[in-house]
């Protein structure tokens, strides 16, 4: 659906949200931040070191210097004493910009952040974990991708939420609802459409005998029970999940097989291989991985992203924001 990116703008243009960028020194993420600014999609905030020319309507702040520094060390302490942090290591980490964005989002001075340009996955993921956690009622923060596909008659108009395809290496059963449940969300606020969910495995229905099955099977049965209005079946191979004419032999009478929007692998080894192999054959746009769970939003770039990715993830991150407050 060549309009959903758009429309994501456009409505993270309403939301009026701030936004933390800790990586002040990329020319990607400058340019992204001058023209989120210029366009009014979000209020951009660089942190880190000053930039050489601060673009028009972009607020930056020096972590070294905020006068919040001291403040957010000792969230920091409080967050990871557990973890056998001190006070000079706090000190050291609440300086870091990743860190202090991080620590400006969970402290309200941001409504969420996008780093990776210059990071790896791990590294940002962790620092949204550590300080801003995962929301109460959910165990597991996982991520999913976007994929946008030319062929209208897949999924949602071409559009669907692939998950987890960057971050849980391997979900037992309720991981794996945690991970359903959170991309029926997703779908809904970004697809905007009622979410079908297929929970992926080589085998359909019982086709099949394995004890890896039994965790899909499990999870499916754990998100029935606490969402039973949810459209979720599982297990489901792909072509059962998004062919209506495999899922009419293969699964009858199922609400979700041949229709399904929202596609769950099993692991992040089926996840990560899954999205890359619809992207490079299939064509797909994929954006992503974006973070679901969390308690305000912080997502991840590809170190190989573009200004244009830095400029969309930022939109999608203030939709979420927007989400959190409602
Ligand atoms: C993201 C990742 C780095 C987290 O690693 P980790 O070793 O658990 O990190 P930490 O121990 O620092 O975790 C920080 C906290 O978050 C918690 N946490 C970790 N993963 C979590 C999750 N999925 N959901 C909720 N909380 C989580 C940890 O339990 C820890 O809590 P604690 O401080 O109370 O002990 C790891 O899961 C990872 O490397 N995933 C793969 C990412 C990747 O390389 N993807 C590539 C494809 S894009």
Redesign the pocket.
């Known amino acids: 659906m060549p309009g959903i990116v758009d429309d994501i703008v456009t409505r993270a243009r309403a939301a009026g949200k701030r936004i933390a960028m800790p990586e002040s020194e990329d020319p990607r993420v400058l340019e992204a931040a001058a023209r989120l600014a210029a366009d009014g999609v979000v209020e951009p905030i660089l942190v880190g070191p000053k930039p050489d020319s601060l673009p028009a309507g972009v607020r930056h702040v020096d972590p070294a210097t905020s006068p919040r520094l001291d403040e957010y060390a000792d969230i920091y302490l409080e967050l ?1 004493r ?2 056998g942090t001190g006070p000079e290591v706090a000190h050291r980490a609440a300086a870091e910009p990743l860190t202090h964005a991080a620590l400006m989002v969970r402290s309200g001075e941001a409504d969420g952040s996008v780093a990776g340009a210059r990071h ?3 590294e940002t ?2 620092a949204a ?2 300080v801003i ?2 929301r109460e009622e ?6 999913f991708f976007l994929m946008v596909h030319d062929d209208e008659a897949l999924g949602h108009n071409g559009a669907f939420i692939f998950a987890d ?5 391997e979900p037992d059963a309720a991981e794996l609802a945690d991970i359903a449940l959170l991309s029926s969300e997703s779908a809904r606020l970004l697809l905007g459409c009622e979410p079908r969910v297929a929970l992926l495995s080589y085998s359909t229905r019982g086709s099949a005998e394995h004890p890896s099955l039994v965790k899909v099977r499990e999870a499916c049965r754990i998100l029935q029970a606490r969402l039973p209005d949810l459209c979720v079946d599982g297990e489901l191979q792909v072509d059962a999940a998004i062919v209506p004419a495999v899922a009419a032999s293969k699964a009858e009478g199922s609400q979700v097989a041949g229709r399904a929007n929202v596609l769950i692998f099993p692991d ?1 080894n089926a996840g ?1 291989i899954g999205y890359k192999l619809v992207q490079r054959f299939g064509g797909a746009r994929a954006l992503g ?1 974006i973070t679901q ?1 969390l308690r305000a939003p912080a997502n ?1 770039l590809s170190r190989g992203c573009t200004a244009q990715d830095v400029y969309e993830v930022a939109a999608i991150t203030a939709l979420q924001a927007a989400e959190e407050n409602e």
Request: hydrophobic residues 30%; contains cysteine.
């Open positions: 990871t557990h973890r790896t996955t791990a993921l962790r974990l550590r956690r995962a959910i165990r597991t923060v996982s991520t395809c960057g971050l849980v290496e992040l990560n991985p769970g991840d």
